[in-house]
């Protein structure tokens, strides 16, 4: 069993930062990806970014350039730092992790950019 604690959603303003953070528990096997996807109401859900063990980085096209993906093993943390926020950016961040058997997924985190 994989356990998430995500941190860092908020409500912001457009334009505005917020800082995402993972931490993952339990049984883990190296190696690992971990990452961030968004849920919207009646949406898809969306690749955000991801970061492998390796450190190959992947991110959804309607946040590259904006958005940071970090990772941090002894900590089994991962971290997204999130600029330029626009209002289309609100949804429910969901932490991810990914080993050999398969993919674990966490509650999520509110993000809401709005004036």
């Known amino acids: 069993q994989v356990l998430f604690v995500e941190s860092g959603g908020d409500l912001v303003q457009p334009g505005g930062s917020l800082r995402l953070s993972c931490a993952a528990s339990g049984s883990i096997f190296s190696p690992y990806t971990m990452g961030w996807y968004r849920q919207v109401p009646g949406k898809q859900r969306e690749l955000v970014a991801r970061i492998t063990s390796g450190g190959t980085i992947y991110y959804g096209d309607s946040v590259k350039g904006r958005f940071t993906i970090s990772r941090d093993d002894a900590k089994k943390m991962v971290y997204l730092q999130m600029n330029s926020l626009k209002p289309e950016d609100t949804a429910v961040y969901l932490c991810?992790?990914?080993?050999?058997?398969?993919?674990?997924w966490g509650q999520g985190t509110q993000v809401t950019v709005s004036s």
């Open positions: 991810e992790l990914t080993d050999y058997r398969g993919d674990y």
